[in-house]
C-alpha cells in the first residue's frame, strides 16, 4: 500500500504549455517551459497557490503550412484540428461552433500531455525540445 504523498511524488509533471494558433496560413504549435514551486525560477514569495506558471519569454514553435500537401504535414494538421475541435464535439452547448481556423485567428491552449500518439512530425520536433531538467534557469 502507497500513501498518497508518495503516489504525488511518482507523478510526472509535463514540461510544457502547448499553444495552437494561425497566422498568416501558417499554422502554429508552440511550446512554453512550466516552471513548478521549488524550480529556481519559481517566484514562490508571490506566489502561495503553488500551480505551475507559464514562462512565455521562452518558447519553442513548429511551423505547418496550412495548405501543405506532404504527407508528414498533413497528418499533424488533421490531428492538431481532432485536438483543437474536441471539445466543441464533446460538449457543443459550450462550444457551439469549432475553433479550427487554420488560416488566421485560432488561438488555443492546453498542456503537452494533450499530445496523445500525436504524428510522426510532432513527435519528432517534440524529441529534440529540452525537457524540464535541461532548461537553465530564467529559460
Same mark, same amino acid.
Given at each position: 500500500?502507497? *500513501?498518497?504523498?508518495?503516489?504525488?511524488?511518482?507523478?510526472?509533471?509535463? #514540461? &510544457?504549455?502547448?499553444?495552437?494558433?494561425?497566422?498568416?496560413?501558417?499554422?502554429? *504549435?508552440?511550446?512554453?517551459?512550466?516552471?513548478?514551486?521549488?524550480?529556481? #525560477? &519559481?517566484?514562490?514569495?508571490?506566489?502561495?497557490?503553488?500551480?505551475?506558471?507559464v514562462n512565455t519569454s521562452v518558447f519553442y514553435t513548429l511551423r505547418i503550412p496550412a495548405d501543405s500537401r506532404g504527407p508528414r504535414n498533413r497528418d499533424a494538421l488533421e490531428y492538431l484540428k481532432s485536438m483543437v475541435n474536441a471539445d466543441h464535439f464533446d460538449v457543443p452547448e459550450h462550444y457551439p461552433s469549432p475553433l479550427w481556423d487554420a488560416t488566421d485567428g485560432m488561438d488555443w491552449w492546453s498542456c503537452e500531455t494533450q499530445l496523445t500518439d500525436a504524428p510522426e512530425l510532432i513527435r519528432d520536433f517534440v524529441s529534440k525540445l529540452p525537457r524540464r531538467g535541461q532548461l537553465k534557469a530564467g529559460e
Open positions: 500500500m502507497q *500513501l498518497i504523498t508518495e503516489q504525488v511524488k511518482q507523478l510526472q509533471w509535463p #514540461d &510544457y504549455d502547448i499553444n495552437v494558433w494561425s497566422e498568416d496560413g501558417m499554422v502554429m *504549435l508552440t511550446f512554453y517551459p512550466l516552471r513548478y514551486p521549488g524550480d529556481s #525560477d &519559481y517566484p514562490d514569495e508571490e506566489l502561495d497557490h503553488g500551480f505551475p506558471l
